[in-house]
T-cell receptor, first 113, second 114 residues
Framework: GDSVTQMEGPVTLSEEAFLTINCTYT??????LFWYVQYPGEGLQLLLK?????DKGSNKGFEATYRKETTSFHLEKGSVQVSDSAVYFC????????????FGTGTKLQVIP | SAVISQKPSRDICQRGTSLTIQCQVD?????MFWYRQQPGQSLTLIAT?????????ESGFVIDKFPISRPNLTFSTLTVSNMSPEDSSIYLC???????????FGPGTRLTVL
């Protein structure tokens, strides 16, 4: 079945550092890929998405590129802020028809001043 | 996109009781989803609720424990029945909107069972 593997956290970075959170997936066909973010005490928000190979999703300075050859969708940001402290979830869903969304285990990011 | 509200936002309940969680969406949607997020864990899909039909439950979840109603295209409820401390979790509802199975989530209901 479909699965998503994320790097384990927590990840602690200083403000303005470069962020990478690794995500790889296993799926049949060509799934859509997502990054969701969960700020403390809140529900999940869609951060960005990519729906086909080589697509780059971007939002709020975060980027992720759909790499079919390596089945990866790594999240990056050039300069993190304290306000980026949250849990980040990588997820996928098959594109054809309805298929449930499969989530990774989440990576907690803490940015210190 | 879709804006989703949930009630209650949090609750503390006694063992053996039941709690009904409400989910309201600002637009009509075909499918609504209920997830559980146990402390420090990822999301686990409980069931998918379509208007006018029985909910579809994932492996490990049963209707007697988590009955779901879906009376119209903007509303759903999830009941957590005969609760035990192991049911302490965040319960989230979501809807599919925007294509490509993109889901939008409510703020969640934080449940503590004593």
């Amino acid at each position: 079945g479909d699965s998503v593997t994320q790097m384990e956290g927590p990840v602690t970075l200083s403000e303005e550092a470069f962020l990478t959170i690794n995500c790889t997936y296993t799926a049949t066909g060509y799934p859509s890929l997502f990054w969701y973010v969960q700020y403390p005490g809140e529900g999940l928000q869609l951060l960005l998405k990519a729906t086909k190979a080589d697509d780059k999703g971007s939002n709020k300075g975060f980027e992720a590129t759909y790499r079919k050859e390596t089945t990866s969708f790594h999240l990056e940001k050039g300069s993190v802020q304290v306000s980026d402290s949250a849990v980040y979830f990588c997820a996928l869903s098959a594109r054809e028809g309805y298929q449930k969304v499969t989530f990774g285990t989440g990576t907690k990011l803490q940015v210190i001043p | 996109s879709a804006v989703i509200s949930q009630k209650p936002s949090r609750d503390i309940c006694q063992r053996g009781t039941s709690l009904t969680i409400q989910c309201q969406v600002d637009s009509q949607v075909t499918m609504m989803f209920w997830y559980r997020q146990q402390p420090g864990q990822s999301l686990t899909l409980i069931a998918t609720a379509n208007q006018g039909s029985e909910a579809t439950y994932e492996s490990g979840f049963v209707i007697d424990k988590f009955p779901i109603s879906r009376p119209n295209l903007t509303f759903s409820t999830l009941t957590v029945s005969n609760m035990s401390p192991e049911d302490s979790s965040i319960y989230l509802c979501s809807v599919e909107a925007g294509g490509y199975n993109e889901q939008f989530f409510g703020p969640g209901t934080r449940l503590t069972v004593l």
